[in-house]
């Protein structure tokens, strides 16, 4: 089907979007087809072992024509991570061995490295996906550690995206509820980004979360089928992630499906990669930040009177960011200096119109972190930082520190330039009841 098909808002022609999506069951046999019209005459299989292995199970009789061994394969280490040294490895594989275009097999990690590894070597690509576990199927972007520093890099999305829903309700059930949690973070990440415009002229436009909301609301409502495995709710799922996808190409940025909450998700896989350990997966943090964050806002909507804090001055912040974030400092430091850059004039301008601001926030609809928890707890997604294995002091220590390391203003930086953070953290611990 045709993007045009997914949802009822029209999506704007003349933008670089997936060309063709399957949902649906048996797409295993469609991808003869679609390597042919989209990934050209020889393409590069790129897997990890363990998408691999489900792919493999899912096609036993090689209806899709992977190979199955050889240099048309490559399979990425067990639990690869998107950085440019993988990127860099698969770029040269393809551009080395003359391929002509790209399969990814697998989720968010093999598609963020197949999609800039694609973009880099100037070959398309196309994806069956293996799990509905994050919205960055069909998106513009992929998410890439640089340097230890998570970056979103502009990037070509897939020619083609495959999602079977039999394929998506065979893997673990844990990547679905991330799938969810990733995709729950929409509406307050969208205050954000219309919170960045209001105080920065940065622009917003409407259309893109008009795009994702009506599945987004869809698969909310399958959620407790998701554990259980069901067609329907797999395949709203997908939809609904495709489409979040979409919103970011139509806007331009991630700013529709990423904020402050994905700020918090960033934070924690950086500093578990510095120290060595496991990450967790990415959508089951963001459910929680956005619990986290939705509490915030609705307590900073209550706040009639704030208690604006002095301008701050760089050098003592630079200095704070680098004692705080160690090892990650230098590439932390230029992305918070940037947005340093206009608090001054942020601060005027909350000073004159926070009353109007504030009124204007509450008509956003930004639901409660008791909504979310809700939908969380019905797909059987981590819905409390126990879950995740993060202490409260932790979690405190991260909702100071998380709007240092990008340049895009979300409510964790409205919190503190109002003077509510960080008194506020507790509060919003407490009132989030994650």
């Not at 998410?143 to 070509?156: F, N, P």
Request: proline share 6%; charged share 20%; aromatic share 6%.
């Amino acid at each position: 089907m045709k993007l045009a098909e997914l949802g009822s808002e029209p999506i704007p022609s003349g933008l670089d979007l997936s060309e063709e999506v399957l949902i649906g069951t048996d797409l295993c046999g469609e991808l003869p087809r679609l390597a042919s019209e989209h990934a050209g005459p020889k393409p590069l299989w790129l897997a990890d072992p363990r998408t691999w292995g489900a792919f493999c199970a899912a096609d036993p009789h090689r209806d899709s024509g992977r190979p199955e061994a050889g240099p048309e394969l490559h399979l990425l280490c067990e639990d690869p991570h998107a950085d440019t040294e993988r990127v860099g490895q698969a770029c040269a594989i393809v551009e080395g061995g003359g391929f002509s275009g790209i399969i990814a097999v697998g989720a968010g990690t093999v598609n963020d490295i197949a999609k800039m590894a694609s973009t880099l070597s100037g070959v398309p690509y196309l994806v069956f996906a293996t799990a509905a576990s994050m919205n960055g199927y069909a998106s513009g972007i992929a998410a890439i550690l640089v340097d230890g520093l998570k970056t979103t890099l502009e990037a070509r999305p897939p020619r083609a995206i495959v999602l079977d829903s039999a394929v998506l309700a065979a893997a673990p059930p844990q990547l679905a509820a991330a799938g969810l949690g990733d995709l729950l973070s929409k509406p307050v990440s969208s205050a954000d980004w219309w919170l960045g415009n209001r105080l920065e002229g940065s622009g917003f436009d409407a259309l893109p979360g008009l795009i994702v909301d009506e599945a987004v609301a869809l698969a909310a409502r399958h959620a407790r089928g998701l554990p259980a495995g069901e067609a329907a709710a797999h395949e709203a799922l997908a939809r609904a992630l495709v489409l979040s996808g979409v919103s970011m190409v139509v806007a331009g940025s991630s700013s529709p499906a990423s904020g402050g909450e994905h700020l918090l998700s960033h934070l924690w896989d950086m500093e578990a990669l510095i120290s060595g350990r496991n990450l967790r997966l990415h959508g089951a943090q963001v459910g929680v930040a956005t619990c986290l964050s939705a509490a915030l806002y609705h307590l900073l909507i209550g706040l009639e009177s704030p208690d604006f804090p002095k301008t701050p001055d760089w050098a003592r912040t630079s200095e704070r960011i680098r004692i705080a974030h160690g090892e990650l400092a230098d590439v932390v430091l230029p992305q918070a200096e940037k947005k340093f850059a206009g608090f001054a004039q942020r601060s005027s301008l909350l000073r004159e119109e926070w009353p109007e601001i504030r009124a204007e926030l509450a008509t956003l609809g930004i639901p409660s972190a008791d909504e979310l928890r809700a939908i969380l707890q019905a797909a059987k997604a981590p819905a409390s930082l126990e879950e995740l294995g993060i202490e409260r002091d932790e979690a405190f220590d991260s909702l100071s520190r998380a709007r240092d390391i990008r340049d895009r203003y979300t409510v964790l930086d409205l919190a503190f330039e109002l003077g509510f953070f960080p008194a506020g953290i507790r509060q919003v611990l407490a009132s989030s009841r994650v």
